[in-house]
């Protein structure tokens, strides 16, 4: 049976307390070495900070904990797709990659991938089940996509994906272990970018790969330690203490989106909007069978990039910036970037801030768009 996100949040603030020493401190040390003390046989001791780190332990024993899977910590999310696409895919493997999805996923399959003999795939995630997986080796899905908010259906992907032979690996860095659990729908591997929602804070870049394969977990692991790929022991523990939090903050931003969501609809400048949550969004029913919460991003495309500009750079409350996850609402323009998508379409990531002041200061800026 697996623990509701109410249980898995409650016992995630008590998971150290078990093992504590009376007189040990009760917030995570923060424990800074390259060297440890390392006289005799190494065999079953820390031996050397490419390899291991008690501060990597406990945010892993958190994150283990949300994913219900063993996790390895990375220095971002791209380490943690690096770690898994590298330690995975071999000469003559053919792989499918989302066609909307990150789109530094698919620029780093293409530059070092290809070259390997490995062949790239694209496909739309809206459409991701059209065209089996025959001859895939490795199909990655990341649902809802960054940026469109386009949805897949996790546990069909992988029912098909399994049966042509294929892993599946899902990219749940919009949702969260809060949000969804794809390793619980039949994905193999999660990887995800704790940068995000999870640090939550926007100081720290960070990622984590999750599986309950012990053969993944094991060369992704020996992949980190080989390539030198290790966070740093001090954001380590910035996300531990930052996922301490998560539970918290993500209600409140889901919530908020909701409402802010909701209210936007039908807005005269408004002329698409995308969130799951909606009850006529194309992908809602999905998101209410596969996801326990609506997640807190939300996309509208304004009329043209001088409104979208208008509208994030006079709104009080929008934090302009790329990125997404952080306690204060933040946005962009993904055009600028070069995504697929309108000149006036815009992301925006709901913050913490109190959800009716908030929505105060969106409805003026959208006034004067
Ligand atoms: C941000 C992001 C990543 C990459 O994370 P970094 O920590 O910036 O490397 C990967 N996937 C998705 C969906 C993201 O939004």
Known sequence: MTDSPAARAAKLLHLRRRKLRKGEPVPLPLTMAAMFNLPGNPAGHSQYGRFDNPTWDAVEELLSHLE????????????????????????????????????????LAERFLKPLGVSIHLRATGAFLDGGFAGYRLVFVETPANPTLEICDIAAVSAAAHSAGAIVVADNTTMTPFGQRPLDLGADIVVAADTKAPNGHSDVLFGHVASRNAEVIAAVKEWRKLAGAIPGP???????????????????MC???DTIAQRLKGHPRIKALRFPGLADDPAHNLARAQMDRFGFLIVLTLESETAADNFIGGCELIQPATSFGGV????????????????????????CEPVEELWTALEAALGTA
């Open 68 to 107: 219900d899977a063993p996790t390895v910590a990375f220095p971002s999310g791209m380490g943690a797709i690096s770690a898994v696409l590298f330690s995975q895919l071999k000469s003559g493997d053919r792989v499918l990659l989302p066609s909307d999805g990150y789109y530094t996923t698919r620029v």
């Open 234 to 252: 001090f954001e380590a523990w910035l996300v531990h203490r930052g996922l301490e939090t998560l539970e918290l903050r993500f209600d409140r």
């Open 255 to 257: 919530s908020s989106a």
């Open 328 to 351: 204060h609402t933040s946005a962009e323009r993904r055009a600028r970037w070069g995504d697929a998508v309108a000149p006036g379409f815009v992301r925006l990531s709901i913050g």
